[in-house]
């Protein structure tokens, strides 16, 4: 029988793990399961989040308790080993220090970044909000047609905290630039 999001959900409260889970991408994964259609990536961290969901899924199925650990996976800039650190709540290379901070339940928040993109993300950030905030647009309209504008780059998921290389700041300045334009031709 297929697994619904109630399924799912309960078993996360049942082990103490539900905080932090974002129960879309879960469902999302284990539709793909279940329908025969999961596809692994070349991310060694989308790998990793996947094998977790996996992971989750099968405890589902055996009624066993799922204990969550830190996932495992390669530097998305060097190919380097990372590493967890539970203080900082946070994932780090070891060879160039890229980083990036982790849910509750050790998902990482978007891909590893060097301290130049952790910089970049935030200008985008700024950019983004400037329009909302002076513009005609509001938060929730900004960050739809943002979508809609990059979705056809399946990498990016519209997530500024999947930023991490040249061609991306590229992709998401193009689209805020679009965006400007659009909210000055309203008014
Ligand atoms: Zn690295």
């Not at 647009?137 to 399946?154: A, C, D, F, G």
């Not at 998921?157 to 290389?165: E, K, L, M, R």
Request: glycine fraction near 4%.
């Amino acid at each position: 029988m297929a697994t619904s999001s109630s399924d799912l959900v309960t078993h996360l409260k049942a082990c103490n793990i539900f905080v932090g889970v974002d129960v879309k991408y879960y469902m999302s994964i284990i539709n793909d399961i279940e329908n025969g259609k999961l596809e692994m990536t070349n991310s060694s961290l989308e790998n990793a989040k996947i094998n977790r969901v996996k992971d989750v899924l099968s405890d589902i199925k055996r009624g066993k308790r799922t204990t969550l650990k830190p996932l495992e996976f390669e530097c998305n800039h060097c190919g380097g080993n990372v590493r967890f650190y539970s203080r900082a709540q946070e994932y780090s290379c070891l060879e160039c220090k890229a980083k990036v901070t982790a849910h509750a339940d050790l998902m990482p928040k978007g891909t590893l970044v060097s301290k130049r993109f952790a910089r970049i993300r935030v200008q985008l950030h700024n950019e983004l909000d400037e329009l909302w905030r002076t513009g005609e647009m509001t938060r929730n309209e900004v960050y739809q047609k943002l979508s809609k504008k990059i979705s056809h780059h399946p990498s990016m998921a519209a997530h500024i905290g999947n930023v991490s290389t040249n061609e991306d700041v590229a992709l998401y300045y193009h689209a805020i630039i679009q965006l400007r334009s659009e909210s000055i031709v309203k008014q």
